[in-house]
């Protein structure tokens, strides 16, 4: 039997009709993912399986120099055979790293390849099979092969949106691909210079001069409201904690004043900045009644002489430990004190809060959504299936599984999207042990329902992505 079969992680009869009958064919929102939007509207095609395979991606790389491939062969100037040389060499090491399962997964579903496993010895075959189907393997032909309806990018303010302009005028194109609303870099106020800089940029996006803290906020409104013609629906942070000081209207004056001149400010002068900008975002996004998301506790470019060499994702970053329990708290509160709390999806990268975030939810659901805030599937260094599955435990101790938007690939490579495969095995082969062993009940057809549900139906229903 090969490695990838058809009931590749499906431990149980259940589960295996679980994942056949009800998850295998339902279609995939991918509402939160790095795709290159130009990529798309060019419907670009790759010469080579390194181009669309290892190029941008620090999940290989962090796994190469771990086994002691040298960084010409990751991010260097090796020819492009030569870093799939080192990859092949690479994965058998990877054994119980999922991405040994990602990359066996990725080969059986979009080249066909099931027969062998990639190591030195084939990896020129399957360099050569690979490269011979690339050409009908452009990026507009991979969402469509992999069932894909909606892909929802990551962008920042300042960009102009016209490829998602173009992709919106292609009719025969039927793959939604909507932008997301990234303002992190604005936030960054502690490096005046950078700071200064993304102002600058952002001034000129948004025709406001920005002098004020005031004017700041208009520019960041004027895109906001850019992004919602567009029919932007959601907004994402990316953080390694929530902000939630208190401030007063005057002292955040005082400190985008300071920090405008070219001044350095303290860290918590910064963290008070951060807190208020944060706020009217949220507001911002309850009035347009987008899906807001925030990705918390990554601890990014620790490595100052690659950050220096490379540049940020790269493959240095990895999980955090500050607290986030009491500023997310303070933060969701202030938003629901004013009946401003939009709907929320709230990821954690530290396993140890899993609990922590998955009981924050209860205590701001209101009936009027269901499962308005929402704990988002595992993430990162979490989205494999023990992470996969201690994520879905505790939402199912604390919450409400059953009202999982599911998975988001998280990713920029178009070839992952069979991670949302191996989230729907996993989920299957949860739910089949558990019925097997009578913890649920011996009812297909109610688990099933369940299955679809937390798999497509329920983004379609909590998004609205289809209600234009």
Request: proline letters at 3%; glycine letters at 6%; hydrophobic letters at 40%.
């Amino acid at each position: 039997m090969p490695f990838i079969h058809d009931d590749f992680l499906l431990q149980t009869k259940t589960a295996q009709t679980l994942y056949h009958e009800f998850a295998k064919n339902e279609p995939i929102i991918d509402y939160h993912c790095h795709l290159p939007p130009d990529e798309i509207a060019t419907n670009k095609r790759f010469e080579n399986l390194a181009q669309i395979w290892l190029y941008g991606d620090h999940y290989k790389w962090r796994a190469m120099r771990t086994n002691g491939i040298d960084e010409r062969f990751c991010t260097g100037n090796a020819s492009d055979w030569e870093k799939f040389q080192a990859w092949a060499k690479t994965v058998p090491k990877t054994l119980r790293n999922p991405l040994y399962h990602w990359t066996h997964l990725e080969l059986a579903r979009y080249f066909g390849i099931s027969d062998r496993l990639l190591n030195e010895t084939t990896a020129k075959s399957i360099w050569d099979e690979c490269n011979a189907q690339l050409p009908e393997l452009s990026t507009q032909a991979i969402l469509q092969k992999m069932n894909v309806r909606i892909v929802c990018t990551t962008d920042d303010p300042i960009d102009s949106l016209e490829h998602h302009r173009n992709l919106a005028a292609q009719s025969n194109f039927p793959v939604k691909v909507l932008p997301t609303f990234r303002p992190d870099k604005i936030l960054f106020i502690e490096n005046a210079q950078t700071w200064n800089a993304y102002l600058d940029k952002l001034s000129a996006a948004s025709g406001v001069d920005i002098r004020s803290y005031h004017d700041a906020i208009l520019a960041l409104r004027k895109r906001h409201d850019f992004f919602a013609a567009h029919s932007c629906r959601l907004s994402d942070s990316g953080i390694e904690t929530m902000f939630a000081e208190d401030f007063t209207e005057s002292e955040v004056k005082a400190i985008f004043d300071k920090a405008r001149a070219g001044k350095s400010v303290s860290m918590e002068e910064a963290l008070k900045y951060k807190s208020a900008v944060m706020l009217e975002l949220g507001l911002m996004n309850a009035e347009k009644g987008w899906t807001q998301q925030f990705h918390i506790g990554a601890m990014r470019n620790n490595n100052s002489r690659m950050m220096r060499l490379l540049g940020a994702d790269s493959g240095f970053d990895s999980i955090g430990d500050l607290p986030v329990a009491t500023p997310l708290a303070k933060y969701l509160n202030r938003l629901d004190d004013q009946n401003k709390l939009a709907k929320t999806i709230l990821y954690n990268l530290n396993p140890r809060d899993n609990e922590v975030f998955a009981t924050m939810l209860g205590n701001f659901q209101d009936g009027t959504v269901a499962g308005k805030l929402q704990y988002g599937s595992a993430w990162w260094f979490l989205d494999q299936k023990d992470g996969m599955e201690k994520q879905m435990n505790a939402l199912s101790n604390m919450g409400l599984l059953s009202r999982f938007v599911g998975m988001v690939t998280d990713s920029r490579s178009f070839l992952s999207y069979p991670r949302h495969e191996y989230f729907r095995r996993t989920l299957c082969n949860l739910l089949g042990k558990e019925m097997e062993q009578g913890l649920l009940p011996d009812d297909i057809h109610l688990v099933g329902e369940m299955v679809r549900d937390i798999c497509y139906r329920n983004a379609e229903t909590y998004f609205g992505f289809f209600n234009d």
